[in-house]
């Protein structure tokens, strides 16, 4: 993903999911894909595919047991 295209597919998810802390990274190796962060805690990744000329993103979030585990309070 060249920068222009993080930058918007960044404001559309901070304006969607309401997260001005929301950032989209830029991956060491990978082109296809880039890091989606909040603050400094890593939140996911989101991938491009451009498939039979049908481009489209797609955000895989990763939630480990543990984040569930909270302190009772909501």
Known sequence: M???ERA????YLRERL???DLEIRQRPRKTDSA???IKDEFIGVIS???EEG???WHLTVSILEIDL???GED
């Open 2 to 4: 060249n920068p222009e």
């Open 8 to 11: 918007k597919l960044q404001t």
């Open 18 to 20: 309401g997260s001005k």
């Open 35 to 37: 890091e989606v962060y």
């Open 48 to 50: 491009r595919d451009d």
């Open 54 to 56: 049908e481009l489209s």
């Open 69 to 71: 585990e909270g302190d």
